[in-house]
């Protein structure tokens, strides 16, 4: 599975973005997701997941201002982000997990994802 994603650039605070994430497999909807991201010298952060229908997973930073979703008729995946801040500034990643790959219990962290996009830079202005 290829993943590209789009969708990134410079916002201000308080602005809106929407990533997106498209798949180059027609079975995507066989696959769950997850969006990823990291700043400047920081590790790697889980944003949110969502599962092979709509289940939906969070951190605790993004929680009521970014929504995960899906399109399996496009294979692709959305992140919507609302009221943006500074500190959302980092190098947005799109991942897929393939099902018995033990997801849902490491959906947060980077092992059960085998495929991985090339990443979008979203900068937040204040």
């Known amino acids: 599975v290829q993943l590209q994603a789009s969708g990134g650039g410079l916002v201000q605070a308080g602005g809106s973005l929407r990533l997106s994430c498209t798949a180059s497999?027609?079975?995507?909807?066989?696959?769950?997701a997850g969006w990823f991201r990291q700043a400047p010298g920081k590790e790697r952060e889980f944003v949110a997941a969502i599962n092979w229908g709509t289940g939906t997973y969070y951190a605790d930073s993004v929680k009521g201002r970014f929504t995960i979703s899906r399109d399996n008729a496009n294979n692709t995946v959305y992140l919507q982000m609302n009221s943006l801040k500074p500190e959302d500034t980092a190098i947005y990643y799109c991942?897929?997990?393939?099902?018995?790959?033990?997801?849902?219990?490491?959906?947060?962290?980077?092992?059960?994802?085998?495929?991985w996009g090339q990443g979008t830079q979203v900068t937040v202005s204040s």
């Open positions: 991942a897929a997990a393939s099902g018995g790959s033990g997801w849902f219990d490491d959906r947060a962290k980077a092992r059960p994802y085998a495929y």
């Open positions: 497999k027609r079975t995507f909807s066989d696959y769950a």
